[in-house]
T-cell receptor, first 111, second 113 residues
Framework: GEDVEQSLFLSVREGDSSVINCTYT??????LYWYKQEPGAGLQLLTY?????DMKQDQRLTVLLNKKDKHLSLRIADTQTGDSAIYFC???????????FGQGTTLQVKP | DVKVTQSSRYLVKRTGEKVFLECVQD?????MFWYRQDPGLGLRLIYF???????EKGDIPEGYSVSREKKERFSLILESASTNQTSMYLC???FGRGASPLHFGNGTRLTVT
């Protein structure tokens, strides 16, 4: 079945770049998403990429997609303490309207 | 902006109680979803609905039911709460059957004692 995998924890220093990685299994996924969850809150859509793209940039965020390896990454440039959160990768499950989520990566930003 | 509102941020219930978690969205979205979130397990889909009076089981429906009497409202029901249902519950909505992003509420943290 469909599965999305992420590492659970990443720690970086303020000002460094963060790279959060994700692998997925469904080669027919049309969209892949990154969500951010701050403490005590719901998930906020950060960005997404269509499966026929390799890269998408949005201010400090860069999404890279390697469709052959089914690997997705989110790079945050100049990471700030306000970026500390849990980041979820998700893939669209065919035309069901459902999203399949990874376990979430907790990003810790040290001053 | 899409707004998804969950009626309670925190709930404490006793084992065996019937529990209702309410969710309302204001963007006329067809699809609504209930997930639970547990550390290290990510989000797991409990139930979802594509339209009024329709419901579909997700990956972990056991011990839960849902109700969708109006398009904007999707309720999650724990018929007899148990301690292993202590969790964060997240409601979401989206438009259409294609790959639309989900819009989430702020979550309800339920503790069953």
């Amino acid at each position: 079945g469909e599965d999305v995998e992420q590492s659970l924890f990443l720690s970086v220093r303020e000002g460094d770049s963060s790279v959060i990685n994700c692998t997925y299994t469904d080669s027919s996924s049309t969209y892949l998403y990154w969500y951010k969850q701050e403490p005590g809150a719901g998930l906020q859509l950060l960005t997404y990429i269509f499966s026929n793209m390799d890269m998408k940039q949005d201010q400090r965020l860069t999404v890279l997609l390697n469709k052959k390896d089914k690997h997705l990454s989110l790079r945050i440039a100049d990471t700030q303490t306000g970026d500390s959160a849990i980041y979820f990768c998700a893939e669209a499950s065919g035309n069901t309207g459902k999203l399949i989520f990874g376990q979430g990566t907790t990003l810790q930003v040290k001053p | 902006d899409v707004k998804v509102t969950q009626s309670s941020r925190y709930l404490v219930k006793r084992t065996g109680e019937k529990v209702f978690l309410e969710c309302v969205q204001d963007m006329d979205h067809e699809n609504m979803f209930w997930y639970r979130q547990d550390p290290g397990l990510g989000l797991r889909l409990i139930y979802f609905s594509y339209d009024v009076k329709m419901k579909e089981k997700g990956d972990i429906p056991e011990g839960y039911s849902v109700s969708r009497e109006k398009k904007e409202r999707f309720s999650l029901i724990l018929e007899s709460a148990s301690t292993n249902q202590t969790s964060m519950y997240l409601c979401a909505s989206s438009f259409g059957r294609g790959a639309s992003p989900l819009h989430f509420g702020n979550g309800t943290r339920l503790t069953v004692t």
